[in-house]
């Protein structure tokens, strides 16, 4: 113990007073006045993927259940990339117990429905079948929506190939009170408008979140070791545990190491600007309109099919990988990036957390504390402007 606390006192502290002041400052601002509970009234959401599996291990390769709904209009139960890869989500709520009740709901009412079949709780992936094309792309049905969604998917395939794409995480939606912003904002006498303001401070929870995110990696990521078949011969530096298992020692999140989900070279360019939200957008929309030779070398058709929406950069805005996105409810129809720009930033999307397998819904209530401390901080505290050098360094993301 005294080893250890000696280390910890010698190591550099990187937190300015400055920083730390302002944090506090707001802090103080928010928790002395009358509107003091707004902090409690923000809306906590979770978003969580898992595979399903025999109870062998072995990837379900038979369509999504029936009982489960519509996977292309159930608001609760859908399937993300493979028809084996189910998500379930919550609605947003005030208090994460209740987020988590709801969850665990959820859990009960598939499992009910799934037959001899079981729910893989580890983000990578158990025993998938020896080929790339053995894994099955999710089935949206024949109307024009369900069809694009399965092109889209098609072009994921071909872009990153089937075997990346069954990585299952948790995605955690949080957002702060409007009045919280509308504090800051007649305390600051901010000149912005709401709307403007609002956005400009997620946007600075986001640039704190992307300087300290590995954080979350070193204390939740729970995917030190994956099955041997996933790498499909590609080569890599891991230790061999068993005839089946590779790992890496002291590892804590593979799923976001260059094994897991991580940019590819296409991506890899697009410098996502976070320091404004015209920026970030204007960034985006260059990425979904922009061809990309490899991509123009696939082609949109084979043999008269779709294989790809289109040859750019990004097919559609939910293809850019990214730890952490900003969000906003979009009206039916409507494009993401529509939204954030007619209406700003409505709340965050957290998207590096590994599914923890010590717990039945993959996260415990004490992580979801702590992400909501972690990013009340990101939020409050200052944010200094990002270096581009630093944003291209940051290229290993979650899935979409």
Same mark, same amino acid.
């Given at each position: 113990?005294?080893?250890?606390?000696?280390?910890?006192?010698?190591?550099?502290?990187?937190?300015?007073?400055?920083?730390?002041?302002?944090?506090?400052?707001?802090?103080?601002? /928010?928790?002395?006045?009358?509107?003091?509970?707004?902090?409690?009234?923000?809306?906590?959401?979770?978003? &969580?993927?898992?595979?399903?599996?025999?109870?062998?291990?072995?990837?379900?390769?038979?369509?999504?259940?029936?009982?489960?709904?519509?996977?292309?209009?159930?608001?609760?139960?859908?399937?993300?990339?493979?028809?084996?890869?189910?998500? !379930?989500?919550?609605?947003?709520?005030?208090?994460?117990?209740?987020? !988590?009740?709801?969850?665990?709901?959820?859990?009960?009412?598939?499992?009910?429905?799934?037959?001899?079949?079981?729910?893989?709780?580890?983000?990578?992936?158990?025993?998938?079948?020896?080929?790339?094309?053995?894994?099955?792309?999710?089935?949206?049905?024949?109307?024009?929506?369900?069809?694009?969604?399965?092109?889209?998917?098609?072009?994921?395939? /071909?872009?990153?190939?089937?075997?990346?794409?069954?990585?299952?995480?948790?995605?955690?939606?949080?957002?702060?009170?409007?009045?919280?912003?509308?504090?800051?904002?007649?305390?600051?006498?901010?000149?912005?408008?709401?709307?403007?303001?609002?956005?400009?401070?997620?946007?600075?929870?986001?640039?704190?979140?992307?300087?300290?995110?590995?954080?979350?990696?070193?204390?939740?990521?729970?995917?030190?070791?994956?099955?041997?078949?996933?790498?499909?011969?590609?080569?890599?530096? !891991?230790?061999?545990?068993?005839?089946?298992?590779?790992?890496?020692?002291?590892?804590?999140? /593979?799923?976001?190491?260059?094994?897991?989900?991580?940019?590819?070279?296409?991506?890899?360019?697009?410098?996502?600007?976070?320091?404004?939200?015209?920026?970030?957008?204007?960034?985006?929309?260059?990425?979904?309109?922009?061809?990309?030779?490899?991509?123009?070398?696939?082609?949109?058709?084979?043999?008269?099919?779709?294989?790809?929406?289109?040859?750019?950069?990004?097919?559609?805005?939910?293809?850019?990988?990214?730890?952490?996105?900003?969000?906003?409810?979009?009206?039916?129809?409507? &494009?993401?990036?529509?939204?954030?720009?007619?209406?700003?930033?409505?709340?965050?999307?957290?998207?590096?957390?590994?599914?923890?397998?010590?717990?039945?819904?993959?996260?415990?209530?004490?992580?979801?504390?702590?992400?909501?401390?972690?990013?009340?901080?990101?939020?409050?505290?200052?944010?200094?402007?990002?270096?581009?050098?630093?944003?291209?360094?940051?290229?290993?993301?979650?899935?979409?």
């Amino acid at each position: 113990m005294a080893a250890d606390n000696a280390r910890l006192a010698s190591m550099p502290n990187t937190t300015s007073s400055r920083t730390t002041d302002a944090f506090l400052h707001r802090l103080s601002v /928010l928790t002395s006045g009358p509107q003091r509970d707004a902090l409690l009234r923000g809306l906590r959401g979770i978003e &969580r993927e898992s595979l399903r599996v025999t109870h062998e291990g072995q990837l379900a390769l038979t369509p999504h259940p029936r009982a489960l709904g519509s996977a292309l209009t159930h608001p609760s139960l859908t399937t993300d990339y493979s028809e084996a890869l189910i998500e !379930l989500i919550t609605p947003a709520e005030h208090d994460v117990a209740l987020t !988590l009740e709801k969850l665990d709901t959820l859990h009960r009412f598939v499992y009910a429905n799934l037959g001899d079949e079981i729910l893989w709780n580890n983000s990578m992936p158990g025993l998938l079948p020896d080929t790339d094309e053995g894994i099955p792309i999710a089935d949206y049905g024949s109307s024009n929506i369900g069809k694009l969604k399965y092109v889209y998917r098609i072009g994921l395939a /071909l872009r990153y190939g089937r075997t990346m794409q069954c990585i299952a995480g948790i995605h955690y939606n949080y957002s702060l009170n409007e009045e919280v912003w509308r504090l800051l904002h007649a305390e600051q006498q901010s000149t912005a408008n709401a709307v403007d303001f609002q956005s400009d401070r997620y946007l600075a929870l986001i640039r704190n979140f992307r300087r300290t995110n590995w954080l979350l990696m070193y204390l939740f990521g729970a995917s030190p070791a994956l099955d041997r078949r996933f790498l499909r011969e590609r080569k890599h530096t !891991l230790e061999t545990f068993d005839a089946d298992t590779l790992y890496r020692p002291y590892a804590t999140s /593979l799923r976001m190491s260059d094994l897991g989900y991580s940019n590819t070279t296409a991506q890899a360019a697009l410098h996502a600007d976070y320091d404004t939200l015209p920026g970030y957008l204007d960034a985006l929309a260059k990425a979904v309109s922009q061809p990309y030779p490899a991509y123009e070398a696939i082609g949109t058709q084979r043999d008269g099919e779709w294989v790809q929406i289109n040859t750019n950069v990004l097919q559609i805005e939910n293809e850019f990988y990214s730890t952490i996105r900003p969000k906003r409810v979009t009206y039916p129809g409507e &494009r993401p990036l529509h939204a954030l720009a007619a209406r700003g930033v409505q709340y965050v999307e957290v998207r590096c957390m590994d599914i923890d397998p010590f717990e039945p819904v993959g996260i415990s209530l004490e992580t979801s504390r702590f992400l909501d401390a972690y990013l009340l901080v990101c939020a409050l505290d200052d944010a200094r402007r990002c270096r581009r050098p630093r944003i291209a360094r940051r290229t290993r993301t979650s899935r979409a």
